[in-house]
């Protein structure tokens, strides 16, 4: 447990546990690609999705996992792990998604500090920087 302690795992955290099976695991979402996402517990990185009830469950995009995201996981082994429940987070940097649509793209969870840099050379973009900081 003291290794999800140093990838920020806390009281705040620990405390929502409480009201779930300790047949889960908690994790710490570490990369999403499309259906899939990868989770660290500390020691072992595990392949995870969406259980069915989780993803039913699901209102919009904002309540499914995103990079930082603190989950709890449910399986053994080294098959696909399900996560069950993304607990509450504490802070959530997301942008404008690109175009002329107002959803939120979710960028990262749980985070302390963000640094926005861009290049100056000729892919700089106005518009870009001005999604980031909106």
């Not at 302690?5 to 979402?29: H, K, M, T, V, Y």
């Not at 999403?32 to 996402?37: D, G, P």
Request: proline residues 1%.
């Amino acid at each position: 447990m003291q290794d999800l302690w140093n990838l920020g795992f806390d009281e705040f955290f620990a405390s929502q546990c409480e009201n779930f099976s300790s047949l889960l695991q908690p994790c710490r979402i570490t990369n999403v690609e499309k259906n899939y996402f990868k989770a660290f517990d500390g020691k072992h990185e595990h392949l995870c999705q969406l259980s069915g009830k989780f993803e039913f469950l699901a209102m919009n995009e904002c309540d499914l996992p995103c990079v930082g995201d603190w989950i709890l996981m449910r399986g053994s082994g080294d098959g696909i792990k399900g996560i069950e429940h993304v607990l509450t987070r504490k802070s959530l940097l997301f942008r404008k998604e690109a175009g002329k649509s107002s959803k939120k793209q979710l960028i990262a969870a749980n985070i302390d500090y963000v640094f926005i840099m861009q290049s100056c050379n000729a892919d700089f973009s106005a518009n870009r920087l001005t999604r980031y900081l909106c």
